[in-house]
């Protein structure tokens, strides 16, 4: 979730009437067996190429994204092969190299991150190195250095059990899209960001047969949660699904990517969202406020530039901001 208002001291926020998420797209680390230890950025309103940000902790990957209030935040991750428990960020207006913000209540990768623009979640991922996945949630303020406290857990005993789950949030809740266990059982679950405490069942389906939300990036605009690409059963996914907030459900049908995407990260404005990173493919961008359906949506938006990789992005975290 990720919000427009950089003023890092306001006592309130009043979120935008468009739900504006911001111009300014960042992906920080990622990698396969190299990694690019740098944030690169674009302009999401303008098509082109990315641009060098800043430098990231090394080796840096499987990690999550989120931001407000100007932040983009960097939620655990893998150092090489070591499971990290750190947090760090950025102020999104001004590029430069990440800084750490504070820790999580343990290590954690291959989780999700989501914001209320106050508040950011870092939800499930796995402990140790092709560990086992975990359900908890873990919680810190975004204006405010330090680290993070437990905030709940999936509901029923769950965990994440796939590898780049995607959250989305609305301002209120976060929700993510994940599978309990390989290729069976996908269940979609929230929280009230403002309020500790345990997942809700929000759905337990993606459309056209979808068991699995790897992979998958995901996008709000305040009133629709969207996910797209993505793996499963030995493939790469084309699909776009898509949520309502405000009616819990399963997901349905959006759309399609146009090409093969799988393992990036997503950033939007609140209307235009791009896709990049993932396995070297272009970066590509979609209007979320278009009519659904099964057409292929996605359009071609740059040239995403690799640092010490020079092929692929996997696994980076993915945030926006103005």
């Given at each position: 979730?990720?919000?427009?208002?950089?003023?890092?001291?306001q006592?309130?926020?009043?979120?935008?009437?468009?739900?504006?998420?911001?111009?300014?797209?960042v992906w920080t680390g990622?990698?396969?067996?190299?990694y690019n230890?740098?944030?690169?950025?674009?302009s999401?309103?303008?098509?082109?190429?990315?641009?060098?940000?800043g430098?990231c902790?090394?080796?840096?990957?499987?990690?999550?994204?989120?931001?407000?209030?100007g932040?983009?935040?960097?939620?655990?991750?893998?150092?090489?092969?070591?499971?990290?428990?750190?947090?760090?960020?950025?102020?999104?207006?001004?590029p430069?190299?990440?800084?750490?913000?504070?820790?999580?209540?343990?290590?954690?990768?291959d989780?999700?991150?989501?914001?209320?623009?106050?508040?950011?979640?870092?939800i499930?991922?796995?402990?140790?190195w092709?560990?086992?996945q975990q359900?908890?949630?873990?919680?810190?303020?975004?204006?405010?250095?330090?680290n993070a406290?437990?905030?709940?857990?999936?509901?029923?005993?769950?965990?994440?059990?796939?590898s780049?789950?995607?959250?989305?949030?609305?301002?209120?809740?976060?929700?993510?899209?994940t599978?309990?266990s390989?290729?069976?059982?996908?269940?979609i679950?929230?929280?009230?960001?403002?309020?500790?405490?345990?997942?809700?069942?929000?759905g337990?389906?993606?459309?056209?047969?979808?068991?699995?939300?790897?992979?998958?990036?995901?996008f709000?605009n305040?009133?629709?949660?969207?996910?797209?690409?993505?793996?499963?059963?030995?493939q790469?996914?084309?699909l776009?699904?898509?949520?309502?907030?405000a009616?819990?459900?399963?997901?349905?049908?959006?759309?399609?990517?146009?090409?093969?995407?799988?393992?990036?990260?997503?950033?939007?404005?609140?209307?235009?969202a791009?896709?990049?990173?993932?396995?070297?493919?272009?970066?590509?961008?979609?209007?979320?406020?278009?009519?659904?359906?099964?057409?292929?949506?996605?359009e071609?938006?740059g040239?995403?530039?690799?640092g010490?990789?020079?092929?692929?992005r996997?696994?980076?975290?993915?945030?926006a901001?103005?």
């Open positions: 979730m990720l919000i427009r208002s950089t003023n890092l001291t006592p309130s926020f009043v979120y935008p009437t468009d739900y504006g998420q911001g111009d300014r797209g990622g990698g396969n067996v190299q230890n740098d944030s690169v950025y674009i999401i309103s303008t098509l082109g190429n990315t641009s060098v940000f430098s902790v090394t080796n840096l990957r499987y990690c999550a994204g989120t931001s407000g209030r932040r983009g935040l960097i939620e655990g991750g893998v150092l090489a092969t070591t499971p990290t428990n750190q947090i760090n960020y950025v102020n999104i207006s001004t430069g190299n990440t800084t750490t913000f504070g820790t999580l209540t343990g290590t954690k990768y989780n999700a991150a989501v914001s209320n623009g106050t508040r950011a979640l870092s499930g991922g796995r402990t140790t092709t560990g086992t359900g908890t949630v873990d919680y810190h303020t975004i204006a405010t250095l330090g406290s437990n905030f709940g857990n999936f509901s029923g005993s769950r965990e994440t059990s796939n780049g789950p995607s959250a989305v949030s609305d301002g209120s809740i976060g929700i993510i899209c599978s309990q390989w290729n069976t059982d996908l269940f679950d929230y929280w009230t960001i403002s309020t500790p405490g345990n997942s809700v069942k929000f337990n389906s993606r459309s056209s047969g979808i068991q699995q939300a790897e992979g998958c990036a995901g709000s305040g009133s629709r949660g969207i996910w797209a690409g993505g793996y499963q059963s030995g790469q996914l084309h776009m699904d898509y949520i309502t907030f009616t819990p459900g399963n997901a349905l049908d959006f759309g399609r990517v146009a090409h093969d995407i799988e393992y990036g990260a997503g950033v939007s404005n609140g209307t235009r791009v896709i990049g990173g993932g396995n070297g493919g272009p970066m590509e961008y979609f209007n979320m406020d278009t009519a659904t359906g099964t057409a292929v949506i996605s071609n938006f040239t995403m530039t690799y010490s990789h020079p092929s692929s996997l696994y980076p975290a993915g945030y901001g103005d």
